[in-house]
């Protein structure tokens, strides 16, 4: 059964440090990824994928994401977090069958001045 | 581009009435748009997916008499929630994924937060 882990219900990092949310995923066949965010009480924004070709990802407001196949991992990062940054991230992949999305269980993100 | 909108975006209705919501693709062709639903700090669950001019495909565990959805045309889904009660209050997100460049990508909408008093 295909599906996403987000080992960290919730990150913790100071304004202008790196930032890692982690994903791991577990899919038959080549996988499509996905990071998406959601601030309160709105729906979810995309902000990037990996579908084929290089495994660095670059995305919306300075994310990337790093496709790592031997660990089955989807990393996202940002090398100077914002306070506005601070919101919940859920990485997801593509259901190979019907095409729906499996998403992780989400990773809280708090970013302090 | 890829803008998915919802209406209404919050909405209050007592127990028994039915509430449907809207789920509009603004600049593209939807031929999938997909409902969840979230509970707060949860993860988003799947409860169908609809392909435009057919019948949707329900999740295990929903109750397509009890939500019903229409996808009528490429840029237009609709949820009903029928004899609601206070159980269905949740936030209900919707996302449509196109028929051209980046079908691979789902687009949501804002949500829409329903309470069933």
């Known amino acids: 059964a295909q599906s996403v882990a987000q080992p960290e219900d919730q990150v913790n990092v100071a304004e202008g440090n790196p930032l890692t949310v982690k994903c791991t995923y577990s899919v038959s066949g080549n996988p499509y990824l996905f990071w998406y965010v959601q601030y309160p009480n709105r729906g979810l924004q995309f902000l990037l994928k990996?579908?084929?070709?290089?495994?660095l990802v670059k995305g919306s407001y300075g994310f990337e994401a790093e496709f790592n196949k031997s660990q089955t991992s989807f990393h996202l990062k940002k090398p100077s977090a914002l306070v506005s940054d601070s919101a919940l991230y859920f990485c997801?992949?593509?259901?190979?069958?019907?095409?729906?999305?499996?998403f992780g269980q989400g990773t809280e993100l708090s970013v302090k001045p | 581009g890829a803008v998915v909108s919802q209406h209404p975006s919050w909405v209050i209705c007592k127990s028994g009435t039915s509430v449907k919501i809207e789920c509009r693709s603004l600049d593209f062709q939807a031929t999938t748009m997909f409902w969840y639903r979230q509970f707060p700090k949860q993860s988003l669950m799947l409860m169908a997916t609809s392909n435009e001019g057919s019948k949707a495909t329900y999740e295990q565990g929903v109750e397509k008499d009890k939500f019903l959805i229409n996808h009528a045309s490429l840029t237009l889904s609709t949820l009903t929630v029928t004899s609601a009660h206070p159980e269905d209050s949740s936030f209900y997100i919707c996302s449509a994924r196109g028929a051209t460049e980046g079908t691979d990508t789902q687009y949501f909408g804002p949500g829409t937060r329903l309470t069933v008093l």
């Open positions: 997801a992949v593509r259901d190979t069958g019907g095409g729906k999305l499996i």
């Open positions: 990996y579908i084929t070709g290089d495994n």
